[in-house]
T-cell receptor, first 114, second 113 residues
Framework: AQTVTQSQPEMSVQEAETVTLSCTYDTSESDYYLFWYKQPPSRQMILVIRQEAYKQQNATENRFSVNFQKAAKSFSLKISDSQLGDAAMYFCAYIPGANSKLTFGKGITLSVRP | KAGVTQTPRYLIKTRGQQVTLSCSPISGHRSVSWYQQTPGQGLQFLFEYFSETQRNKGNFPGRFSGRQFSNSRSEMNVSTLELGDSALYLC????????????FGSGTRLTVV
């Protein structure tokens, strides 16, 4: 069974600083996708970044980037120049290539100090 | 472009009743998935519909059911509500399989008393 593990329940970062959120996963599939979703108090899950497993290049979206280590099954999210609006719960998620079921980690609550 | 719309936003039901939640996907999206989010269990997959057919199903009892209409709108039904069904129910839509990523709605907060 596929599992996604986010071992840190909470993290805090100073505004304008950089923070890294950790995620590991377990799968026997070779074709899969990984995601980071953000869930602010409004409850809507917002897709932050997406990584295709067959691509070695790490995905980047503006201030958000990932460190994808396929052999280690690690998928961390780096947020640069943290802003107050980045405060939210962040979920790491996995989906096999031909499947439709997202498996989520437990999430991490990120707070940003002004 | 309108996002994923879920109605109602909040719902309070009594134990033993049934409830129907609605989800309108992004225009053109044919896949609709449902997730249950609770503080204890986190986000759990309920089921996914594609072109009116249930394509994938999670590990929930038969009290949880769903359907999808020809316009891709989906409904989720929970019968004989239990206190443990209190949760945030999230709907997500996608063009096809989930590799492109799902777009989520803001959810329906169900409270069972």
């Amino acid at each position: 069974a596929q599992t996604v593990t986010q071992s840190q329940p909470e993290m805090s970062v100073q505004e304008a600083e950089t923070v890294t959120l950790s995620c590991t996963y377990d799968t026997s599939e070779s074709d899969y996708y990984l995601f980071w979703y953000k869930q602010p108090p409004s409850r809507q899950m917002i897709l932050v970044i997406r990584q295709e497993a067959y691509k070695q290049q790490n995905a980047t979206e503006n201030r958000f980037s990932v460190n994808f280590q396929k052999a280690a099954k690690s998928f961390s999210l780096k947020i640069s120049d943290s802003q107050l609006g980045d405060a939210a719960m962040y979920f790491c998620a996995y989906i096999p290539g031909a499947n439709s079921k997202l498996t989520f980690g437990k999430g991490i609550t990120l707070s940003v100090r002004p | 472009k309108a996002g994923v719309t879920q109605t109602p936003r909040y719902l309070i039901k009594t134990r033993g009743q049934q409830v129907t939640l609605s989800c309108s996907p992004i225009s053109g999206h044919r896949s609709v998935s449902w997730y249950q989010q609770t503080p204890g269990q986190g986000l759990q997959f309920l089921f996914e519909y594609f072109s009116e057919t249930q394509r994938n199903k999670g590990n929930f009892p038969g009290r949880f059911s769903g359907r999808q209409f020809s316009n891709s709108r989906s409904e989720m039904n929970v019968s004989t509500l239990e206190l443990g069904d209190s949760a945030l129910y999230l709907c997500a839509s996608s063009l096809g399989t989930g590799g492109r990523g799902y777009t989520f709605g803001s959810g329906t907060r169900l409270t069972v008393v």
